[in-house]
């Protein structure tokens, strides 16, 4: 229930939507709907805080595995289960990356975002600081267009599709790791 | 007065914002706004064609300089480009990339930017073909990354911030196409 909400929200613009709207689109009544979600804000807040639970608990798998682990290593894996993170739960982190702050609940989504991708830059930072990355563009720049790359999955990934999320998880990290350039160094 | 319609549908939501809320925004009464848009779907319309307008030059350019240049120059040169344009229209291009196709206008700039999306991917294929790119994954698959990395860039790039659009097309070529990782490939 909570999934096809949130899948009409991404399609409708969760402003737009209305309970009428959801208990339509669900085949309920708005006394059904209500007995589950008090409000259309609680729907919303439940999808954030799935999306948002799951993301922060690879940033901070990441940040504890330090054993052996160098942050280079640490930083593809986070790279890897954001993919599947993405692949399965895209509705809820579709509406996240949408959250545009119009609400507290959006302002605190935003926030809990906002620490995350903090945290992610700081591997960056570490990973470029061990002499892993390249230190010709500064770290933030990096986490950036990374992290932009793996977060426009949630916009053409499609889970019937052609690609696993194994296949596109394996293709970002070789793109962003190793380059599209056709050259010894991808052989390796 | 398009430029700060189209930012307040990307802050509010297109479908949520009122040609009251608008009035409202730009210090205007609605006929005021009525003599320069006759609908809100007009400064939609109006918006969308803006950015694709703008893509679809850059992709015909690229197609036509045929003299000479190699796909993988072309498609570099796409990549710098689309980021300059990006950076220049930033709030018609994030409108666009988050239309959802509620209405003909919309499904008519999802037809456009379909499109334009296959013909990356072809400039892709071709720069594959070429011997250019790796050839471990699929074309289809390397376009959506790499447009999919540009086009990230509406969701955090500022252009009063600290990174110029040059910096910004610097950074995803090399990262596209060289890789993040630090290698002596990089130096060349």
Request: proline residues 3%; hydrophobic residues 45%.
């Amino acid at each position: 229930m909570l999934r096809r909400a949130v899948e009409l929200f991404n399609r409708r613009g969760y402003d737009a939507t209305s309970m009428g709207d959801l208990a339509k689109e669900l085949g309920l009544t708005k006394p059904a709907i209500y007995h589950h979600f008090r409000s259309k804000e609680e729907l919303l807040e439940a999808a954030l805080d799935d999306a948002l639970d799951e993301l922060t608990a690879v940033v901070e798998e990441a940040a504890q595995s330090t054993e052996g682990a160098s942050a280079y290593e640490r930083l593809r894996e986070v790279v890897r289960r954001s993919v599947e993170v993405l692949a399965a739960h895209q509705p809820s982190v579709t509406l996240l990356l949408r959250v545009r702050g119009n609400s507290p609940i959006e302002l605190a989504a935003l926030d809990r975002r906002r620490r995350l991708d903090e945290r992610l830059a700081e591997l960056v930072a570490d990973a470029a600081a061990e002499g892993a990355l390249r230190d010709d563009m500064p770290p933030a720049l990096v986490s950036r267009l990374l992290f932009g790359m793996v977060n426009s999955l949630v916009e053409w990934y499609r889970a019937d599709g052609t690609f696993t999320p194994a296949t596109v998880a394996d293709a970002i990290a070789a793109v962003a790791f190793d380059g599209l350039t056709n050259n010894d160094e991808n052989d390796n």
